[in-house]
């Protein structure tokens, strides 16, 4: 069976990554999942309807389904990256499935109220907040990294898939049965999806120093995003593209609505097109991407998709709008697709849920304030003037970045090394004591002191990165050449933890910095940690 499924799909085509057991079941549980949270929101937000005439309730059903992954972004990678993700990720499909529960028996009861559905929504936007970390960061560790790029490109296809099929799935049980009933399936499919979760064999790394702490994770997981040039880059781009593409997707009701004069059939087929071409394009990226490098691919793509989000509103009518849409769709999921498959492989694997978690509240908080912007812009105009100025915006801000390009910082080589300076002690130490300050003197020839200082301009970002409190450079000011660096961890165990977070890049760097070290011994390190006074 598994032969003839590795023959079926190929072994590089946009299918390939599903010959990989792990990957194939997790995109399952994947597009299952997506389908679930599209019914939910169609079913909370039909139910707000049913429950007050008032429109402000009835538009923060939205909020209270994306406000979690905005508030808990950073948390909820760093309980990812700190605690067994299998268990983390079992934990979360059953808090939806309880959640789902609770909706479906208070609505079968008729005890639902407009507040208690806000709260509900609120809390299974919870559930998706920590469960999209996870699978952002196990993605890499299930495919080969030549695979990476497709099976990004799948889970999108699934995504947009389960934005077609959710919305048609509740609308038709709805209209036949009620939503309580889709709260029902809801659970009985995040069940199934959790089941699928306990299967998976995951081998979770145990490491011999004690878990970090939480407060510590978020705070090494912010400064790691930081202090890397590539992952600001994409994280920049990210929030603009989201910022320029909301628009179009926030006032599509409003498109078919008054700017179409439609009505139901006339949203659902523009956001279907959206859709389809979404999915469209994501089965032939890989073929794009042998002739196109990811930065011109997001620049084309951002191009496209404000001529086609401008020929949308100016087209006549929605027979003319609909492949537009389509297009959009198309250019939207090279864009997209090109900066998550860049963030991917510029994290490693021990800080990737939390940067992707940072890169996915940078998504979030573009969809929501350009939701905001241009919501405002069509009130105060009307919605051609609102799409126009998103798609002049895009172009605009397109040309103003154009040296930002997310290859601009080749990517790093994040195979695990073992350092050269590894510390041997002659002394039990406390794994929490601290603070510990590492120093080490250098000895440079005076006439590379330049080239030592860019050396240990970027020694200070790699230092960061690995979960350095502090980091500075002092010079002799007796000796020419004489140079001490010094670095601050906040407890040994965390000095430690640097050693497993230590990569070929690091390795070539810590070279580099000794073959400037004129001395005949090796830089010498020093090693200090703060000690207790007694009264």
């Known amino acids: 069976m598994k032969a003839y499924l590795t023959r079926f799909i190929g ?28 019914m939910n929101d169609v079913a909370a937000a039909w139910t707000m309807t049913s429950l007050t005439t008032s429109t402000t309730l009835i538009a923060l059903v939205q909020t209270a389904s994306s406000l979690p992954v905005l508030l808990l972004g950073v948390p909820s990678g760093a309980m990812a990256d700190i605690v067994n993700r299998k268990h983390y990720f079992v934990f979360t499909q059953i808090w939806l499935a309880i959640n789902a529960t609770v909706l479906m028996l208070f609505l079968a009861i008729g005890t639902l109220g407009p507040y208690s559905l806000l709260l509900l929504t609120f809390t299974n936007g919870i559930g998706l907040a920590m469960r999209w970390p996870i699978f952002a960061a196990v993605v890499p560790d299930l495919v080969p990294k030549d695979s990476l790029q497709p099976a990004l490109a799948l889970n999108a296809i699934a995504m947009n898939t389960s934005r077609i099929v959710g919305p048609l799935v509740a609308g038709f049980i709805i209209a036949i049965a009620g939503s309580q009933y889709v709260f029902a399936l809801n659970m009985v499919l995040s069940l199934i999806t959790t089941t699928i979760v306990m299967r998976w064999q995951y081998q979770n790394y145990v490491p011999a120093l004690p878990g970090e702490r939480f407060l510590g994770a978020m705070r090494v997981g912010v ?29 599509l009701p409003v498109i078919a609505k008054d700017h179409f004069g439609g009505g139901a059939n006339t949203f659902t087929l523009l956001l279907s097109c959206l859709g389809l071409g979404a999915i469209i394009a994501g089965t032939q990226l890989p073929r794009i991407r042998k002739r196109l490098k990811s930065s011109n691919l997001v620049n084309y793509g951002v191009v496209i998709l404000c001529i086609t989000c401008a020929g949308v509103v100016l087209s006549p009518n929605v027979w003319i709008a609909s492949p537009l849409m389509m297009i959009c769709g198309m250019a939207w999921i090279a864009v997209a697709n090109s900066l998550t498959t860049s963030a991917q492989l510029t994290l490693p694997s021990w800080v990737r849920a939390r940067g992707m978690s940072i890169y996915q509240m940078s998504l979030m908080a573009g969809s929501a304030l350009g939701a905001a912007l241009w919501g405002k812009l069509a009130s105060e105009l009307d919605v051609t003037s609102s799409i126009l100025a998103s798609s002049i915006f895009g172009l605009l801000s397109l040309f103003l970045i154009r040296k930002y390009r997310i290859d601009k910082h080749a990517a790093e080589d994040l195979t695990p090394v073992c350092p050269l300076e590894r510390p041997h002690v002659t002394k039990d130490i406390d794994l929490h004591a601290g603070p510990v300050v590492i120093s080490i003197e250098y000895h440079i020839h005076k006439d590379h002191l330049e080239e030592f200082r860019k050396i240990m301009g970027r020694t200070r970002k ?16 007796e000796h020419i050449g004489k140079f001490i660096e010094n670095f601050v961890f906040e407890t040994w165990a965390d000095y430690l933890r ?31 940690i703060a000690s207790r006074l007694r009264a």
């Open 498 to 528: 640097r050693f497993d977070r230590f990569t070929v890049e690091d390795l070539a760097m810590q070279e580099e910095r000794q073959r400037h070290h004129i001395d005949s011994h090796p830089p010498k390190v020093t090693r200090k």
């Open 11 to 38: 072994q590089d085509g946009w299918l390939s990554p599903l010959r990989f057991d792990a990957f194939r079941a997790l995109w399952l549980t994947w597009l299952i999942a997506n389908i679930c949270m599209w």
């Open 223 to 251: 400064q790691h995003v930081w202090q890397s040039n590539r992952m600001r880059i994409i994280i920049v781009r990210g929030f603009l593209f989201f910022l320029q593409s909301t628009g179009v997707i926030a006032l």
């Open 462 to 477: 790699s230092r960061l990165r690995q979960g350095a409190l502090s980091w500075s450079l002092f010079e002799d000011a």
